[in-house]
């Protein structure tokens, strides 16, 4: 009995080293099977090779030095929508972000309510698929200490990220992440860049940060965040904005 005890001890620390046991418990880990759905063979495969290489491997963390002297924006730089601006001249201070979906609590959080929630800073690398890279510090919550309030019920697999921004053809700018990212200790909601305020350009007042995939994952202008089953039903049913127009739904780096 007692070794069993110490072995359960032993698990649960090993699983805390790699961030795992962020995900409230180790029969989370059933529940979700730990694995996201596939969407193509193409990206299955990468998928699955990544993730076995890496699925708790950290992004690289850098030091004050590296931070690049201007993080490029790219992408929305300034989104227009009637709602967005009346945030952005209140200087966001009725901004909420709405949390629902498949999950036992629907939330919405102020940037106070977020900003009362531990947080993290980390210097971390932006790849855009374009080919350039900026390094800068990010402080924020991690994603999964908002999904331990909120509690994604049984039946959801992946997390929805709904902006503020509209695109080209008039659908609003979104992405997914599955599990094995979402409770990734370095994926956070940032609010700050560089230790100050997110500015506009980078996504303001809140954005997404996945340091292991690639910069069209790390959704600017957070509206909302939404636990589904199936990415299907959402816009091109491809689980993002990029992949829709045929962009890897794994972008790992
Ligand atoms: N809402 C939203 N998020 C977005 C984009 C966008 O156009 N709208 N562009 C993506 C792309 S392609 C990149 S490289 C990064 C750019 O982030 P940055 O402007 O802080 O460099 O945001 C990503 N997230
Ligand atoms: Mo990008």
């Keep these: 009995?007692?070794?069993?005890?110490?072995?359960?001890?032993?698990?649960?620390?090993?699983?805390?080293?790699?961030?795992?046991?962020?995900?409230?418990?180790?029969?989370?880990?059933?529940?979700?099977?730990?694995?996201?759905?596939?969407?193509?063979?193409?990206?299955g495969l990468s998928h699955a090779a990544h993730r076995?290489?890496?699925?708790?491997?950290?992004?690289?963390e850098y030091g004050e030095a590296d931070i690049s002297p201007v993080f490029r924006a790219n992408g929305s730089t300034d989104p227009q929508s009637a709602e967005y601006r009346g945030l952005a001249a209140g200087g966001f201070r009725d901004y909420r972000l709405g949390v629902g979906g498949q999950v036992a609590h629907s939330l919405s959080l102020s940037l106070d309510d977020l900003h009362a929630l531990p947080n993290r800073t980390q210097i971390t690398r932006h790849d855009c698929v374009e080919?350039?890279?900026?390094?800068?510090?990010?402080?924020?919550v991690q994603l999964s200490r908002v999904l331990q309030l909120a509690q994604p019920t049984r039946q959801a697999r992946y997390v929805v990220f709904r902006c503020y921004d509209a695109m080209d053809d008039g659908?609003?700018?979104?992405?997914?992440?599955?599990?094995?990212?979402?409770?990734?200790?370095?994926?956070?909601?940032?609010?700050?860049?560089n230790g100050k305020a997110l500015p506009i350009p980078n996504g303001a007042p809140l954005r997404l940060r996945v340091p292991r995939q690639l910069g069209y994952k790390m959704a600017k202008y957070?509206?909302?965040?939404?636990?589904?089953?199936?990415?299907?039903?959402i816009e091109g049913g491809r689980g993002g904005y990029w992949e829709d127009q045929g962009y890897?739904?794994?972008?790992?780096i």
């Design 1 to 43: 009995m007692k070794l069993i005890n110490r072995r359960r001890r032993f698990l649960r620390d090993a699983l805390a080293l790699t961030g795992a046991v962020a995900l409230g418990g180790c029969d989370k880990l059933s529940e979700t099977d730990w694995a996201p759905k596939i969407l193509d063979s193409a990206t």
């Design 52 to 60: 076995a290489l890496s699925r708790d491997a950290m992004a690289r």
């Design 131 to 140: 080919g350039w890279s900026v390094i800068g510090q990010w402080t924020g």
């Design 171 to 193: 659908s609003e700018y979104y992405e997914s992440l599955g599990f094995d990212d979402a409770y990734h200790p370095q994926t956070l909601l940032a609010w700050e860049l």
């Design 222 to 233: 957070l509206r909302r965040i939404d636990l589904v089953d199936s990415l299907k039903s």
């Design 248 to 252: 890897q739904w794994y972008a790992g």
